[in-house]
Protein backbone atom coordinates (compact mmCIF):
# COMPACT_ATOMS: atom_id res chain seq x y z
CA UNK A 1 0.00 0.00 0.00
CA UNK A 2 1.15 3.48 -1.16
CA UNK A 3 1.06 6.05 1.44
CA UNK A 4 1.99 9.40 0.52
CA UNK A 5 4.67 11.99 2.19
CA UNK A 6 1.92 14.09 3.19
CA UNK A 7 0.08 11.58 4.50
CA UNK A 8 3.66 10.05 6.28
CA UNK A 9 4.28 13.76 7.68
CA UNK A 10 0.34 13.45 9.29
CA UNK A 11 0.98 10.35 10.45
CA UNK A 12 4.15 11.32 11.85
CA UNK A 13 2.98 14.01 13.83
CA UNK A 14 -0.88 12.10 15.10
CA UNK A 15 0.75 9.04 16.35
CA UNK A 16 3.23 10.33 19.17
CA UNK A 17 0.10 12.31 20.40
CA UNK A 18 -2.18 10.29 20.52
CA UNK A 19 0.39 8.16 22.17
CA UNK A 20 0.73 11.02 24.71
CA UNK A 21 -2.80 11.68 25.50
CA UNK A 22 -3.40 7.73 26.35
CA UNK A 23 -0.15 7.56 28.26
CA UNK A 24 -0.90 10.93 30.24
CA UNK A 25 -4.70 11.22 30.36
CA UNK A 26 -6.56 8.09 29.22
CA UNK A 27 -4.84 4.92 30.83
CA UNK A 28 -4.28 6.95 33.95
CA UNK A 29 -8.36 7.19 33.63
CA UNK A 30 -9.18 3.41 33.22
CA UNK A 31 -6.23 2.06 35.23
CA UNK A 32 -8.28 2.47 38.93
CA UNK A 33 -11.23 0.07 37.31
CA UNK A 34 -8.57 -2.52 37.41
CA UNK A 35 -7.15 -1.99 40.80
CA UNK A 36 -4.06 0.18 39.38
CA UNK A 37 -2.99 3.86 40.21
CA UNK A 38 -0.25 5.44 38.58
CA UNK A 39 2.84 6.45 40.24
CA UNK A 40 3.93 10.27 40.01
CA UNK A 41 5.25 11.23 37.10
CA UNK A 42 6.58 14.61 37.34
CA UNK A 43 7.95 17.09 40.73
CA UNK A 44 7.33 14.68 43.31
CA UNK A 45 9.65 12.95 46.31
CA UNK A 46 8.45 9.74 44.56
CA UNK A 47 9.47 9.70 40.84
CA UNK A 48 10.78 7.30 37.79
CA UNK A 49 14.36 6.64 37.67
CA UNK A 50 13.92 7.37 33.92
CA UNK A 51 10.69 9.05 32.13
CA UNK A 52 10.87 5.67 30.09
CA UNK A 53 9.27 3.96 32.65
CA UNK A 54 5.88 5.80 32.62
CA UNK A 55 6.00 6.23 29.20
CA UNK A 56 5.83 2.47 28.96
CA UNK A 57 3.14 2.35 30.83
CA UNK A 58 5.28 0.63 33.70
CA UNK A 59 4.61 2.70 36.64
CA UNK A 60 0.93 1.32 37.71
CA UNK A 61 0.76 -0.12 41.20
CA UNK A 62 -2.42 -1.05 43.25
CA UNK A 63 -4.05 0.99 45.26
CA UNK A 64 -2.67 -0.61 48.81
CA UNK A 65 0.64 -0.30 47.54
CA UNK A 66 0.28 2.80 45.97
CA UNK A 67 -0.97 4.53 49.29
CA UNK A 68 2.26 2.55 51.93
CA UNK A 69 4.58 4.06 49.23
CA UNK A 70 2.52 7.71 49.69
CA UNK A 71 3.27 7.24 53.78
CA UNK A 72 6.63 6.17 53.40
CA UNK A 73 7.78 9.19 51.18
CA UNK A 74 6.15 11.99 53.76
CA UNK A 75 8.31 10.55 56.66
CA UNK A 76 11.11 10.18 54.08
CA UNK A 77 11.14 13.41 52.27
CA UNK A 78 11.59 15.43 56.15
CA UNK A 79 15.09 12.79 56.20
CA UNK A 80 15.82 14.01 52.83
CA UNK A 81 15.36 10.96 50.69
CA UNK A 82 13.44 10.53 47.68
CA UNK A 83 12.36 7.38 46.18
CA UNK A 84 13.55 6.97 42.51
CA UNK A 85 11.32 4.34 41.17
CA UNK A 86 12.04 1.26 38.47
CA UNK A 87 9.56 -1.19 36.86
CA UNK A 88 6.89 -1.56 38.72
CA UNK A 89 3.75 -3.07 36.67
CA UNK A 90 1.22 -2.75 33.86
CA UNK A 91 -1.67 -0.51 34.02
CA UNK A 92 -4.34 -3.70 33.33
CA UNK A 93 -5.19 -7.59 33.99
CA UNK A 94 -3.49 -9.65 36.97
CA UNK A 95 -1.02 -12.13 35.56
CA UNK A 96 0.27 -10.42 33.03
CA UNK A 97 3.87 -10.29 33.49
CA UNK A 98 6.30 -7.48 33.21
CA UNK A 99 8.80 -8.40 30.83
CA UNK A 100 11.41 -9.11 31.93
CA UNK A 101 10.07 -9.40 35.61
CA UNK A 102 7.56 -12.76 35.46
CA UNK A 103 6.36 -11.44 39.14
CA UNK A 104 5.77 -7.98 38.57
CA UNK A 105 1.81 -8.94 37.61
CA UNK A 106 0.01 -7.95 40.11
CA UNK A 107 0.05 -4.23 41.08
CA UNK A 108 2.16 -5.48 44.29
CA UNK A 109 5.76 -5.08 43.22
CA UNK A 110 7.56 -2.33 42.41
CA UNK A 111 11.32 -1.86 42.18
CA UNK A 112 13.44 1.06 43.53
CA UNK A 113 16.65 2.87 43.11
CA UNK A 114 19.24 2.63 45.88
CA UNK A 115 20.68 5.97 47.71
CA UNK A 116 24.01 7.12 46.65
CA UNK A 117 26.69 9.59 47.22
CA UNK A 118 28.95 11.80 44.86
CA UNK A 119 32.32 12.89 47.17
CA UNK A 120 31.07 11.61 49.77
CA UNK A 121 27.52 13.83 50.18
CA UNK A 122 24.21 12.95 49.40
CA UNK A 123 23.22 13.03 45.82
CA UNK A 124 20.26 11.99 44.00
CA UNK A 125 22.01 10.81 41.16
CA UNK A 126 22.54 7.27 40.18
CA UNK A 127 25.32 5.34 38.66
CA UNK A 128 23.39 4.46 35.45
CA UNK A 129 20.90 5.82 33.60
CA UNK A 130 18.18 3.30 33.78
CA UNK A 131 18.86 2.33 37.28
CA UNK A 132 19.51 -1.02 36.66
CA UNK A 133 23.10 -2.30 36.20
CA UNK A 134 25.17 -0.17 38.05
CA UNK A 135 26.08 -3.28 40.96
CA UNK A 136 27.44 -2.53 44.13
CA UNK A 137 30.71 -4.47 43.31
CA UNK A 138 31.42 -6.40 39.88
CA UNK A 139 31.98 -9.67 41.40
CA UNK A 140 29.73 -10.97 44.89
CA UNK A 141 30.06 -14.13 45.87
CA UNK A 142 26.34 -15.08 45.23
CA UNK A 143 26.65 -14.14 41.34
CA UNK A 144 29.64 -16.61 41.61
CA UNK A 145 27.54 -19.18 42.73
CA UNK A 146 24.67 -18.68 40.51
CA UNK A 147 26.88 -18.35 37.61
CA UNK A 148 28.72 -21.66 38.44
CA UNK A 149 25.35 -22.99 38.22
CA UNK A 150 24.51 -22.47 35.04
CA UNK A 151 22.06 -19.74 35.53
CA UNK A 152 24.08 -17.40 32.67
CA UNK A 153 20.67 -14.37 33.28
CA UNK A 154 21.98 -13.93 36.92
CA UNK A 155 24.59 -11.04 35.72
CA UNK A 156 22.59 -9.88 32.18
CA UNK A 157 21.66 -6.27 33.53
CA UNK A 158 25.05 -5.41 34.05
CA UNK A 159 24.05 -4.21 29.91
CA UNK A 160 21.71 -1.96 31.12
CA UNK A 161 24.04 -0.02 32.44
CA UNK A 162 27.28 0.91 29.72
CA UNK A 163 27.00 4.40 31.33
CA UNK A 164 27.97 3.21 34.83
CA UNK A 165 29.23 6.24 37.14
CA UNK A 166 31.81 4.84 39.57
CA UNK A 167 32.40 8.08 41.52
CA UNK A 168 29.46 7.69 42.38
CA UNK A 169 28.80 5.28 45.28
CA UNK A 170 26.28 3.37 47.78
CA UNK A 171 24.82 5.89 50.73
CA UNK A 172 24.68 2.66 53.24
CA UNK A 173 23.12 4.57 55.52
CA UNK A 174 20.15 5.95 53.62
CA UNK A 175 19.76 2.99 51.58
CA UNK A 176 18.87 1.55 55.01
CA UNK A 177 16.67 4.06 55.86
CA UNK A 178 14.70 3.50 52.86
CA UNK A 179 14.48 -0.09 53.56
CA UNK A 180 13.76 0.01 56.76
CA UNK A 181 10.68 2.30 56.21
CA UNK A 182 9.42 0.37 53.35
CA UNK A 183 8.95 -2.26 55.60
CA UNK A 184 7.75 -0.25 58.32
CA UNK A 185 4.83 0.93 56.21
CA UNK A 186 3.34 -2.47 54.96
CA UNK A 187 3.66 -5.40 57.53
CA UNK A 188 3.62 -8.40 55.96
CA UNK A 189 5.82 -6.98 52.61
CA UNK A 190 9.23 -8.21 51.77
CA UNK A 191 12.32 -6.91 50.28
CA UNK A 192 14.70 -8.87 47.89
CA UNK A 193 18.34 -7.67 48.02
CA UNK A 194 22.05 -9.62 47.62
CA UNK A 195 22.80 -11.34 51.10
CA UNK A 196 26.23 -9.95 51.29
CA UNK A 197 24.45 -6.16 50.94
CA UNK A 198 21.82 -7.24 53.76
CA UNK A 199 25.10 -8.22 56.06
CA UNK A 200 26.84 -5.02 54.98
CA UNK A 201 23.72 -2.79 56.08
CA UNK A 202 23.53 -4.55 59.34
CA UNK A 203 19.93 -5.92 58.26
CA UNK A 204 20.23 -9.32 59.43
CA UNK A 205 17.65 -8.62 61.92
CA UNK A 206 14.46 -8.88 59.44
CA UNK A 207 13.37 -12.02 58.28
CA UNK A 208 11.42 -10.55 55.73
CA UNK A 209 14.76 -9.02 53.70
CA UNK A 210 15.40 -12.43 51.48
CA UNK A 211 17.23 -14.14 48.63
CA UNK A 212 15.86 -13.83 44.97
CA UNK A 213 17.01 -17.31 43.75
CA UNK A 214 19.51 -17.60 41.09
CA UNK A 215 16.45 -17.71 38.40
CA UNK A 216 16.01 -14.11 39.21
CA UNK A 217 18.76 -11.40 38.29
CA UNK A 218 20.91 -9.86 40.31
CA UNK A 219 19.52 -7.68 43.35
CA UNK A 220 22.64 -5.20 44.18
CA UNK A 221 21.77 -2.56 41.99
CA UNK A 222 18.37 -1.90 43.21
CA UNK A 223 15.85 -3.02 45.52
CA UNK A 224 12.86 -5.24 44.74
CA UNK A 225 9.96 -4.35 47.15
CA UNK A 226 6.52 -6.03 47.55
CA UNK A 227 3.63 -6.39 49.44
CA UNK A 228 0.81 -8.57 49.96
ZN1 LIG B 1 11.40 -6.50 41.08
Redesign the pocket.
Given at each position: MYISQRWRKKIGIVFPLVYLICNLVLVPQIAPYFGRTQLPVFKSSLKPQNIIYPLCFRNYVDKKLYNSLQQSIIHLSHLGIEIAYL?ANFPFIDGFPLFP?L??NDGK?I?IAFMYLENNNKTDQKPSFMGYGAYVKDINPTAQQCKEKGYWQYGITKYLSPDKDNTIQLDKENTKTLIQELLYRSKNSKIFIEPYLKKELALSKYDNIRFHGCQAVRHDDHI?FEIK
Open positions: DHSHKDH
